[in-house]
C-alpha cells in the first residue's frame, strides 16, 4: 500500500469526523486568548511582590489560625490567607500581607529557638507557637473572613485523574479542559514557589544584594502541574552603574568559567544543607551539562533544582509562557499529551534516554505551528522591537517579540480540542523522524543536521538538538505508542462516536484491539465507509515489521 493511498485515507478519515462531530459545548469561537494577554515579566513581577510580602507560618492544627491571624494583624494588614496540610499532617498557613514592610517588622520581632545545636537563620519559614491558654482555638471568625481572603485546604497533591470525574463528560474537548483545570499548578503553588526562590535569594542578600533567584520551567511557562519540581535560578546581578556616586564597592574578579559555576554549585549546596530550614535531602549534581543542585524544600513539599546563571532557560521559559497563552487550546493539549506519556510509561520523572516533557512540550507547539494556531518563531523575532532584545551573558541572542497582545488577530483554524488531539498523534504518526528535524523558528521541518533518534531544534541555541538524550529504543517506542493512540482514538470515534480520555491513558490493549477491529468490519460492511481502521493499522504495522526485520 502506497504512502499517497495512506494519507488519503488519513484525509478522509479527518473529513468523516470533522462531519460526525457533535456539537461541542465549550467556546469553540474563542480564536484568542490574547485580549487577557500578561506580559511574562509582569506576571514575574507581581509574583515576587507578593512573596515578598508573604511568610509560611507552620501551625498545630486549622483551629489555630484564628489565633495566628489575630496575632499576625498586629504587624500590618492582612490580604489573604491560604491554608494547606502536608502528608503526616503538618499544617501550614500563607500569610500575604497588603505591605513588604509588615512582613519586616514581624521578621524582627519574631524569635528563634533557644538551643546550641540550632542555627538562627532569619527566612520566610517560621512555626506559631500555641498559646497557653486555649480560649483563642477556634476557626476564624465569619467576621475576620469577610475581611480577608481566607482558602482553606488547598490542594497541593496532584489529584488521581481517575477520580476526577473524567467519565462523566461526553465530549473529549471537555475532558480535556477538565483534565487541565485539575491538574494545573493553582495559585498557592505559584506562591510557594516564588516564596521557595525568594528564600534563597534573602538568604543570599547581604553578601550578593543585587542577586535574584527566580523559578523557570514549567512553574512559570503556564505548562506547569500541581506537584512538578521547582527550577530556579541564581540569577547575575543586573547592575546599573551610577555615575554620579563616587563611592564604589570593592569587588573581587571571578571567571564564569565552567569551575567557577561548580564550585558556586557546590557552596550553594553547603548553603541549603547547613543553614536553609526546610531544605533537605542535597545533592551536588555539579558535573552534569548544567551544574545543578537537587534539594526538597519541605514546607512545600516538592522537589527543587537550583542551577546558577542559566538566563537562556529564563528566556525560554518566557518564549513557552507566550504560547501557553497565545490561544485556549495550546495548554490543555499539552497537559492531555503530557499525562498520556506519563501513564503509559514514556516519560520519567527521572532524567534518561526517554522523551521529556520539555520535547513534548515543544512537539505540540510544533504540530500547533502547523495548523497554524500559533505562529512560528520567527515571526515573533521579526516583530521584536528595541525594548525585546535581550543579549545573554553567554551572547545567546534571546530577542523576540514579548508583546504578542500586538499581534492580535484573529486564528483561522477553528478545529476543536479532540480533533486537534488526533491531529497530532496523527501528525506524529506518520512524520519521518529519520531525516526530518523538528524547527519551531521556521515552523517546519529542516534537513537533520546531524544523527540523532529525535532531532528538536532548540529554539534559542539553534546549532544544539533539545532531544538528543533520546535513544533509537526509546525513540521506536514513542512512534509506535503515537500509532496506537491515533488508532486507540480513531476506532472508538469511528466505533461509538465517543472517546474517554481514561481509554487513552490506559494504553493500547492487544486483545481489545481485535475486538474492535471485529465490529468495524462489521460496521463498514453495513455501511459505505471511506475508510478502514483495521488497514490503516495494518498498513502502518506492516511498514513498522519490514523495518524492523
Ligand atoms: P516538568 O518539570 O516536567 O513539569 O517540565 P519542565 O518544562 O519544567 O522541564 P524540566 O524541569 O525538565 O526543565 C526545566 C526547563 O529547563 C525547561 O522548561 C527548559 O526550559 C529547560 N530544559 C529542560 N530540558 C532541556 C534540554 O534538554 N535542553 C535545553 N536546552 N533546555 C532544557
Ligand atoms: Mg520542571
Redesign the pocket.
Known sequence: MNKTCSLRRLCNLHEYLIKQHRVIRYKSNTCNDLNSFVLYDKFICERRSQSKCSVLVQVSSENSISDLYSYCSKFGSIKNIFHYQLAGSNHFVLTEFEDQSAVNTLLDQSTHVKDSNVIAVRSPFLWFRSSASKKNSKLLSTDDKLNISFQTNQTMIEPNIKNIGLEKLDSLSDQMLLLLKCTQLNDIGTRLRFLTAMQIENSLKGIFPLSKVLP????V?S???IG??I?LVLMDSEIKENKTSRLIYHGKCVSNSRTQIQRNIEILGDLLQLFLPGCSRVKRISQAR?PIVKYSQDFVGVEC?LAVS?E??VN??EL?YIFGNFDYRVRPLVFTV?MWAREINL?NDT?GRWI????L?LLVLFYLQQEKIIPDIQTLVKQASNSDVRITNEGINCTFLRDVSKLHKDVENKKTLDQLLLGFFEYFATFDFNTNAISLNFGKTINKPEYSALYIV?P??VH?N????ISSEEMERFRIELRNAAWIMESSLLNTNSFNLLDLFKGFDVNKKNQIVFEIQHQIKNSNRLVTVKDLFDDSQTQEDKRLT
Open positions: 523557570f520551567g514549567s512553574s511557562n505548562f506547569g502541574k512538578s519540581d527550577d548544567v533544582d542559566n537562556t532557560a525560554m521559559s513557552l503530557k516519560t532524567p521529556t516533557n520539555f520535547s512540550t532548540n534559542l541555541e544544539f533539545v532531544s538528543k538524550n
